[in-house]
Each structure stands twice: as structure tokens, then as C-alpha cells.
């Protein structure tokens, strides 16, 4: 698959199956992606599982913080990966390792990260693969709802958003 790009269906469907993400590299620090991204998904009706060693078991935006993905119950439909490219593949060799145990669908890499090797594996492994994205942004994307904040397309289009085939005014997925 060529992950310079993904196509609006690819995403969407991912983001409507994923009931569970599990935040490798999750951070207590409010300015940081992976604090607003978590904060974003739980209001969104998504479970997430923080995972930061130097936090486990303590609680973040009210969810236990875990040290390991191993130690995340299941179940976790995605692993979004809040680390830097050169961890990516260890992070996601763990996660096909307990892909069975989580039952886990979706290695996700975060706005800038981006490993080869480890999207070769884990698809290898019969796992989907997205890289360089944030599911935040990509649900108010598909969902209309940052046109809503005022962020301009740079598109005029009467097309309904992908996420919202109830209508905009649903800003959801239309499963919860």
C-alpha cells in the first residue's frame, strides 16, 4: 500500500469500526498532541488507553495510565503511536506480538511519524497501517466538523462529509 496517501474511505472506515485506541507515548502535559488528541477522542465516545511508563497507574482525562501495551486490557482496535519514527518499530513488533490478545486491527503513526519496516510488518501481520496522520484531525475532517471551526477547505462542494451520514449537524460517525 502507498502511504503517502490514504483515501477518505480508507480512514473513514477505520475511525467507524475503532471503538478502542490505545496512546503509545501518551503525555499529562494539556499542550501536548497526544493530551488534546486523547481529550478529543474520549468526547468523541472512543475508549483510550494511555500508555506511559513513567505514569502507569496513575489516571489521565480520567483513564488509567498503563506501562506497557501488554498490560492494556483488550480490547484495543488501534494502537496510535505518539513516539518518534526510529521507535515505531519496536512499538509495533510488540503490537503484532499481542495483536491476538487485543484483538487489534490498525497500527496508526502520528502526524510526523513514519516507518517503512514497521508498516511492511505489521501489514504482514494482516494488520491495516496509517502513518503520518492524526485521527483527531482526520475526524473533523471527514466529519465537517473543522469546516465548522472555520478552517478553510480551499474547496466549495455540496458533497456531504464522509463521517457524518446523518448530517453535519451530527459531527459523529453515526454509530454511537
Avoid at 483515501?7 to 469500526?17: K, M, P
Avoid at 471503538?19 to 478529543?40: C, D, L
Avoid at 482526520?138 to 465537517?144: A, D, F, Q, T
Wanted: include cysteine; proline fraction near 5%.
Amino acid at each position: 500500500m502507498n502511504h503517502d496517501r490514504y483515501s477518505d474511505d480508507y480512514i473513514a472506515g477505520i475511525l467507524r469500526a475503532a471503538r478502542a485506541f490505545a496512546f503509545v507515548g501518551a503525555s499529562a502535559n494539556s499542550s501536548r498532541p497526544s493530551y488534546f488528541a486523547m481529550k478529543y477522542l474520549l468526547g468523541k465516545g472512543y475508549t483510550v488507553h494511555p500508555i506511559n511508563p513513567g505514569f502507569a497507574g496513575q489516571q489521565l482525562l480520567g483513564q488509567t495510565v498503563y506501562a506497557t501495551l501488554a498490560d492494556v486490557p483488550a480490547p484495543v482496535d488501534v494502537i496510535d503511536i505518539f513516539r518518534n519514527s526510529d521507535a515505531a518499530l519496536e512499538v509495533t513488533r510488540e503490537a503484532i506480538r499481542l495483536k491476538d490478545k487485543l484483538g487489534l486491527k490498525v497500527v496508526w503513526m502520528q502526524l510526523g511519524v513514519k516507518n517503512d519496516v514497521a508498516a511492511e510488518a505489521a501489514e504482514a501481520a494482516g494488520l491495516q497501517v496509517v502513518m503520518n496522520r492524526c485521527p483527531k484531525i482526520e475526524y473533523g475532517r471527514l466529519s465537517g466538523e473543522i469546516a465548522w471551526a472555520g478552517v478553510n477547505s480551499g474547496q466549495i462542494s455540496s458533497l456531504r462529509p464522509k463521517l457524518a451520514p446523518l448530517g453535519v449537524q451530527s459531527l459523529s460517525l453515526g454509530k454511537r
